[in-house]
Nanobody, 115 residues
Framework: QVQLVESGGGLVQDGGSLRLSCTAS????????MGWSRQAPGKQRESVAQ???????YYADSVKGRFTISRDNAKNTVYLQMNSLKPEDTAVYYC?????????WGQGTQVTVSS
């Protein structure tokens, strides 16, 4: 049973920084993709950033230049460094891990940016 445990959310002021972490366990195989999505109240869940088994990564246009995704394959952990946070970044952030065609989600961590 794959489990994802997230940490690092919280309350921060406009322009501040937070670092999210997500550790995956329960798989004998390496995760092809690890990443983060978010869902704000009344909005659909959107992909924020993903990092693939190599060094390739993807960022939503709204976070490019402010967020950085990285992963530690030895620890099955993915990080999201969020700088220059804005009130519109307020959302529940969900960790995602993919093996083949199977996706796994974390329970979510709240990020709130006050103006």
């Amino acid at each position: 049973q794959v489990q994802l445990v997230e940490s690092g959310g919280g309350l921060v002021q406009d322009g501040g920084s937070l670092r999210l972490s997500c550790t995956a366990s329960g798989s004998r195989y390496s995760f092809d993709v690890m990443g983060w999505s978010r869902q704000a109240p009344g909005k659909q869940r959107e992909s924020v950033a993903q990092i693939f088994a190599g060094i390739n990564s993807y960022y939503a246009d709204s976070v490019k230049g402010r967020f950085t995704i990285s992963r530690d394959n030895a620890k099955n952990t993915v990080y999201l460094q969020m700088n220059s946070l804005k009130p519109e970044d307020t959302a529940v952030y969900y960790c995602l891990s993919v093996i083949g065609h199977q996706s796994y989600w974390g329970q979510g961590t709240q990020v709130t940016v006050s103006s």
